[in-house]
């Protein structure tokens, strides 16, 4: 009986680098994921606040919706886009996804 305990070897104690190297994987797959995910997302929202800061009137855009038209008053969060003769929508700037070409160029 008194062998069987001894067979019995406690196990060895882990040592103090192994913590570290069980939370390695999680930082690899989150710098993966902020440069394959986060960063590109980012970067396209700048895009657009830039693309809805320089509207200007006599742009023709296309909205989130598809609506495409011709910028006739901007405002301060809001454009009015003429869409066909006598037809003038008022939408947010943030609904302008491209502007397609300028009158003035």
Known sequence: MFAIFLAQA????????????????FVLIFIIMYYVMLRPQMRKQKEQARLVSSLKTGD???????IHGMISNVKDTTVIVKVADNV??????????????SVES
């Open 10 to 25: 406690p196990a060895p104690a882990p040592s103090p680098g192994s913590g570290l190297i069980s939370i390695l994987p």
């Open 60 to 66: 023709k855009v296309v909205t989130a919706s598809g």
């Open 88 to 101: 003038k929508l008022e939408m947010e700037k943030s609904a302008v996804t491209n502007v397609v070409k």
